[in-house]
């Protein structure tokens, strides 16, 4: 069976860092382009991040890139977005989502796979 479970959600001060953690199961992370995705109540999910670790390039949003950051251990088939300098419009869901195609800049074209989600909310 095919998962994506992501961890590592919280609630932080503003100014404050929390690690998201991306799990996968049934399939590997090689030739996908996996993606960071964040959802407001009442709007519509948007894409943060998305690399191809195949390739090693890695696009960022405006609005987190310098604070974001993703990174891998393919031995545990992770994917990590370390966010630092958080701010209260961060506060969402955060989902990581992979497609078996290259990225779409920061984001993906069609998700082959979802996670369920981790609220993150940061505090002023």
């Known amino acids: 069976e095919v998962q994506l479970v992501e961890s590592g959600g919280g609630l932080v001060q503003a100014g404050g860092s929390l690690r998201l953690s991306c799990a996968a199961s049934?399939?590997?992370?090689?030739?996908?382009?996996v993606a960071w995705f964040r959802q407001v109540p009442g709007k519509e999910r948007e894409g943060i991040s998305c690399?191809?670790?195949?390739?090693?390039?890695?696009a960022y949003e405006n609005s987190v890139k310098g604070r974001f950051t993703m990174a891998s251990d393919n031995a545990k088939n992770t994917v990590y977005l370390q966010m630092n300098s958080l701010k209260p419009e961060d506060t969402a869901v955060y989902y990581c989502?992979?497609?078996?195609?290259?990225?779409?800049?920061?984001?993906?074209?069609?998700?082959?796979?979802w996670g369920k989600g981790t609220l993150v909310t940061v505090s002023s």
């Open positions: 989502a992979a497609e078996h195609a290259p990225c779409l800049g920061y984001t993906l074209r069609a998700a082959d796979f």
């Open positions: 049934g399939f590997t992370f090689d030739d996908y382009a």
């Open positions: 690399t191809r670790f195949s390739e090693g390039n890695t």
